[in-house]
């Protein structure tokens, strides 16, 4: 596994759904579980992701 950055978590939090964000302070228990599914499925979603390759980076020959 991997160790992730502060940043990048940082800013897939801010991309989650706002209403998971919110949710997570929510007097109702099943309201803060789904908002706390909601948030821990968007950080996986977008770690399991490809990187995209650097354009900058330079192809070597096999």
């Known amino acids: 596994m991997e160790r992730i950055e502060r940043d ?4 897939i ?4 759904p ?3 964000r919110v949710g997570l ?6 309201m803060r579980e789904r908002a706390a599914d909601t948030l821990a499925a968007t950080i996986i979603e ?4 490809t990187p995209t390759p650097d ?6 020959p096999l």
């Open 25 to 30: 302070t929510m007097p109702d228990e099943r």
């Open 55 to 60: 354009p900058n980076q330079f192809r070597l």
């Open 46 to 49: 977008r770690l399991e992701r």
């Open 13 to 16: 939090l801010m991309a989650a």
């Open 8 to 11: 990048e978590l940082s800013a």
């Open 18 to 20: 706002g209403w998971a």
